[in-house]
């Protein structure tokens, strides 16, 4: 069993900056595959980045490409997530995900566990 916790949402002007974290329990975290997700009000929930286990294969999902930065602390079972130059359509509620395959998954299906979410709001 997994607990996510993140944390370090708010609001923020276009063009600033936020860094989310993702605070894991359980032994087993370096494991596991981790990722973030996105969900707008009205809109289902999307992938935005995902890490491996090992930390050695990313991927992005293309409009946070450049913008937004994945990584993880295995010592301390955190995973990060860096935003820059955010955008008001970056503005929904960010969920930290873990998948036990220990893979880059951007189906939100693969992942097991879930956070709680931390909201985003970017405004213009």
């Known amino acids: 069993q997994v607990q996510l916790v993140e944390s370090g949402g708010g609001l923020v002007q276009a063009g600033g900056s936020l860094r989310l974290s993702c605070a894991a329990s359980?032994?087993?975290?370096?494991?596991?595959?981790m990722g973030w997700f996105r969900q707008a009000p009205g809109k289902e929930r999307r992938f935005v980045t995902a890490?491996?286990?090992?930390?050695?294969?990313?991927a992005y999902e293309d409009s946070v490409k450049g913008r937004f930065t994945i990584s993880r602390d295995n010592a301390k079972n955190m995973v990060y997530l860096q935003m820059n130059s955010l955008k008001p359509e970056d503005t929904a509620v960010y969920f930290c995900?873990?998948?036990?395959?220990?893979?880059?998954?951007?189906?939100?299906?693969?992942?097991?566990?879930w956070g709680q979410g931390t909201q985003v709001t970017v405004s213009s």
């Open positions: 359980g032994r087993a975290f370096s494991s596991y595959g």
């Open positions: 995900a873990a998948n036990t395959r220990g893979l880059v998954l951007s189906n939100s299906r693969n992942y097991a566990y």
């Open positions: 890490m491996a286990s090992t930390g050695g294969n990313i």
